[in-house]
């Protein structure tokens, strides 16, 4: 706000005096005092009064840890949860879940139809094992079989007033490639039990989740447990590529059954733990960056090798190539972003939470330069973000930041022929705050340059292919960012039972925050059922907290054992927990 102050004078009566002079600006500033009292004072849902009067934040504000929350008592339940820690189920479990990594079931990018590539009849071997190995839910449980291989278990509750609870997982791995098998430590099917872990391709991504939730439904089933809510469990089969065959029929069939906003919440496999400015922080994805692959094709004459041009296409796709990777996309942190929370968290708890990113989350959230329309600065540097980045690296960074990874390439047919067509294809996964539309217009601009450079026709998006031209396509899986989970634990809700079951199975040591997730899983077919969504991987062993993902999607995957166990234990009190939650 400018106040531009002058000297007035009045034809009729001459310069003012002094005294009137005093008086206009007076008024003025009156004037100037009111309007400000009126902007600090306008509500502001993004805002605080104590942000915009220049007060430091109060982070624990921002960061509710609720307390432990433990479903009611009683003594065949009880004693089920005991049983959980006891030896004879640790036996037991190692069995169960080795038996299902023993069971191959790979999914690849090129499977055929369903009935018609013999690539699927793997599916049916993994149903006759979950069928022999949990008898108690398939005869108490309705279970259907979507598209043949999806599998939808439901245990119907007493309460139909009460919006059902839905885990998930996917009974689908990723390929072994056979190159890769002699450097295994295990074999990767063997399913070998080391004394810690369970080694396999699958063992943590992620039928330790899907035999914790079938094991969990077992388990109350014994402790003759009567659900009022709904519990629904939803096993896609092709996960680790897209879920179009599974995971996009399973969430169908639901939605015509329930409607819109027709579940209480979703777990899903997701994020975990991570141990950092000295606190122990649980971390459910209540988001997901959003995805999109990119196609680039140049078409370019052919001809003998010994009479070349001066660039053939491989050489043109190769200065694109160089021209993507010489520029990243912007690192920026939206409010919205959960990580904004986990920092907001680790300022509130962690006893070794850098000064610099506090000095910096204290000024972001300062009256003085909090973005109030919700997002930072389009023109310039993010500080927050770049120092976070910085010390956290590029899986830090990646939270914050659109990727692009040059995954695929292809083209070429002889030596001593011009390659006419090549093709490079471009991975990206698009931060909060971005859409597809930004890596297009990127990509458009940057190719369009080189196609005027080259004398060649640019195709960006339309469909269209001609000889000498560079044609850009979007895949198909493109996904924009999903919708963000609440995730506020001071509101009776979802969130508060997911954070309270944590607190109570792992202390309250543990700081529960939103995390998000720089992969897609299969809820992305599941956003209009509940806007409670959380991506979760609960099982943590607590000798080994840096076991990260368990060397998911290469060589030696494995999982702990004592995690696993407890995968069981936090679905067992969460299932209870939501069945006793009157939302």
């Keep these: 706000m400018t106040i531009v102050m002058e000297k007035t004078t009045s034809a009729a009566t001459g310069p003012q005096t002094g005294r009137q002079q005093s008086k206009t600006r007076k008024t003025v500033l009156a004037i100037f005092a009111l309007l400000l009292t009126l902007w600090l004072l306008v509500p502001r849902p993004d805002a605080p009064l104590s942000w915009r009067l220049g007060r430091k934040p109060k982070f624990t504000n921002q960061c509710t840890q609720p307390d432990a929350l433990s479903p009611p008592k009683g003594d065949e339940l009880d004693k089920l949860y005991d049983f959980i820690s006891s030896t004879a189920f640790r036996n037991a479990t190692i069995e169960r879940l080795s038996g299902a990594v023993r069971v191959k079931s790979e999914s690849f990018d090129d499977l055929g139809a369903i009935g018609e590539d013999p690539r699927w009849n793997v599916f049916y071997d993994f149903h006759a094992y979950l069928k022999a190995t949990f008898p108690l839910v398939h005869e108490k449980l309705d279970l259907e079989k979507v598209n043949t291989h999806g599998l939808l278990y439901t245990w119907k509750g007493s309460d139909d007033s009460l919006k059902p609870t839905l885990l998930m997982a996917h009974q689908d791995t990723v390929p072994v490639p056979a190159e890769t098998v002699g450097s295994w430590t295990h ?55 897209s879920g179009r065959q599974g995971a996009e029929r399973l969430a169908s069939a639901i939605h015509e059954r329930y409607g819109d906003d027709g579940l209480a919440v979703i777990v899903d496999e997701g994020s975990g733990f991570e141990e950092t400015w000295g606190t122990l922080f649980a971390k459910p994805g209540t988001a997901e960056k959003g995805y999109t692959d990119v196609a680039i094709t140049v078409r370019m004459p052919g001809g003998h090798s010994s009479i070349p041009s001066d660039h053939t296409s491989i050489g043109v796709l190769s200065e694109i190539i160089t021209r993507i990777e010489s520029e990243q996309y912007r690192t920026h942190l939206e409010e919205l972003n959960p990580y904004y929370t986990q920092l907001q968290c680790g300022a509130a708890h962690s006893p070794d939470f850098p000064h610099k990113l506090k000095k ?6 300062s009256s003085n330069s909090f973005p109030w329309n919700g997002h930072t600065c389009k023109t310039k540097p993010d500080h927050l973000a770049l120092e976070a980045a910085k010390q956290g690296g590029p899986a830090i960074k990646y939270l914050m930041q659109t990727s692009q990874a040059v995954d695929v390439i292809s083209g070429g047919a002889k030596i001593n022929a011009l390659p ?44 269209e292919e001609e000889a000498s031209s560079i044609i850009l396509a979007a895949s198909p899986n493109t996904l924009e960012v999903a919708p963000v989970t609440p995730a506020d634990a001071a509101v009776d809700g979802p969130f508060r039972v997911l954070a309270g079951t944590t607190r109570a199975l792992y202390g309250e040591d543990v700081v529960v925050t939103p995390g998000i997730m720089t992969g897609n899983t299969d809820t992305r077919y599941y956003w209009g059922l509940t806007k409670h969504i959380f991506r979760f991987s609960p099982g943590v062993d607590e000798d080994d907290r840096g076991a990260g993902l368990g060397n998911i999607h290469t060589v030696d995957e494995k999982v702990s054992v004592n995690g696993h166990v407890n995968t069981v234990r936090w679905f067992t009190l969460f299932v209870r927990n939501m069945d006793a939650a009157g939302f």
């Design 187 to 241: 074999p990767p099917w063997s399913g070998a039990y080391d004394g810690k872990y369970i080694w396999g391709r699958g063992a943590s991504d992620c039928k330790n989740q899907l035999i914790a939730a079938l094991e969990t439904l077992e388990l109350l089933l014994e402790a003759k447990f009567e659900p009022k809510r709904t519990i629904l469990l939803s096993f896609g089969f092709d996960e680790e590529c």
């Design 420 to 463: 006419e067509r090549v093709t490079v294809t471009v991975n990206h996964r698009i931060n909060i705050g971005e859409t597809p539309q930004v890596v297009y217009d990127r990509l458009a601009a940057l190719t369009g340059a080189i196609a005027v450079k080259h004398n060649l026709t640019l195709h960006a998006f339309d469909g």
């Design 360 to 365: 910096l989350l204290t000024s972001r959230a």
